[in-house]
Nanobody, 115 residues
Framework: QVQLVESGGGSVQAGESLRLSCTVSGFIYTIDAMGWYRQVPGKQRELVASITKHGDTNYADSVKGRFTIASSNAINTVYLQMNSLKPEDTAVYYC?????????WGQGTQVTVSS
């Protein structure tokens, strides 16, 4: 059974940094892409950043220049380095795995940024 285990969330002050990690456990034949999404109460889950198995990255406009997504060579671990955090970055962050057999999600990790 495939599981995504996230870590690294927490509470910080505006301007500080956090790094989120997500590790895939269980066998999966191929991973096409991994990404980070976030959600606040009452709003839809939104893409923050993603990385394909070829290393192509994509970022939400609101985080460009502040967040960086990276992965291990086998793309079974993905990181999200978040710098210059803002209060509006406060959300539950979810790791996502995209494969030919479907999508998988982590349990979510809370990030809280206070001003």
């Amino acid at each position: 059974q495939v599981q995504l285990v996230e870590s690294g969330g927490g509470s910080v002050q505006a301007g500080e940094s956090l790094r989120l990690s997500c590790t895939v456990s269980g066998f999966i034949y191929t991973i096409d892409a991994m990404g980070w999404y976030r959600q606040v109460p009452g709003k839809q889950r939104e893409l923050v950043a993603s990385i394909t198995k070829h290393g192509d990255t994509n970022y939400a406009d609101s985080v460009k220049g502040r967040f960086t997504i990276a992965s291990s060579n086998a793309i079974n671990t993905v990181y999200l380095q978040m710098n210059s955090l803002k209060p509006e970055d406060t959300a539950v962050y979810y790791c996502n795995l995209d494969s030919a057999v479907g999508d998988y999600w982590g349990q979510g990790t809370q990030v809280t940024v206070s001003s």
